[in-house]
C-alpha cells in the first residue's frame, strides 16, 4: 500500500480511472461497469487507508482512535457484499437497508476526515503546509481534481519520513 502514496498525482489518477475509461469507451455493460467502479473505489479507498494509517503511525498524539478507522475502511466492502449477495439483480432499493445505508456514509465521511485532520496536524506540527482541514477534506471529496493538491503534499511527508528514517539510522550506526 506504500505505493499508492509514493505515486505522482498524476499516475495516482490515471490507475484509478482508467479501467472504468476504457469500459466507458468499449460500451461495456453489467459486470463490467460494476468491475470500473469497484476498481476505482478500491485504489480510493487503499490510497486512503494507506494515507491515514502512515500518518497515524508516525503522528502518535492524534486524538482519533485507529480501530475505528479500521471498521470504516472495511464496513463499505461488507456493505457491497451483503447487498449483491442479497438483490444480484437491480431492483427497489429495500427500505429495511437504510440504516445501514446511513452507516455507510457515515464512516466514508469518517474516513476522509480521519485523513485530513491527521495530515493537517502533521503538516502543522512538522512545520510543512498551512491547510485547513475543510480545504483538504474537500480535496479528498472530490478526488479526481483533489488528488492533485493532497498527493504532492503527501509525497512531501513521505520524503520528509524518508529523511527522518535515514537520519535516524545514521545516527544509530555511529
Not at 494509517?53 to 485507529?66: A, E, G, H, L, V
Amino acid at each position: 500500500m506504500n505505493k499508492l502514496i509514493e505515486m505522482k498525482h498524476w499516475l495516482l489518477l490515471v490507475s484509478m480511472l482508467f479501467p472504468a475509461i476504457v469500459i466507458n469507451v468499449l460500451d461495456l455493460t453489467d459486470f463490467w461497469q460494476l468491475f470500473g467502479t469497484l476498481w476505482c473505489y478500491l485504489i480510493y479507498g487503499f490510497w486512503l487507508f494507506s494515507i491515514g494509517n502512515k500518518i497515524y503511525k508516525t503522528n502518535s498524539d492524534s486524538p482519533f482512535k485507529i480501530f475505528l478507522f479500521n471498521i470504516a475502511f472495511f464496513y463499505p466492502f461488507i456493505y457491497l457484499i451483503a447487498i449483491i449477495s442479497y438483490n444480484p439483480f437491480p431492483g427497489p432499493f429495500p427500505i429495511w437497508l437504510i440504516p445501514f445505508h446511513l452507516l455507510l456514509m457515515f464512516f466514508v465521511f469518517y474516513l476522509i476526515f480521519f485523513v485530513s485532520k491527521n495530515l493537517v496536524n502533521f503538516e502543522k506540527k512538522h512545520g510543512i503546509g498551512s491547510g485547513n482541514i475543510f480545504s483538504t477534506f474537500c480535496a479528498f471529496w472530490f478526488f479526481p481534481i483533489g488528488i492533485f493538491f493532497v498527493q504532492p503534499r503527501v509525497n512531501q511527508i513521505e520524503s520528509l519520513n524518508l529523511k527522518g528514517s535515514v537520519n535516524a539510522d545514521n545516527q544509530s550506526t555511529m
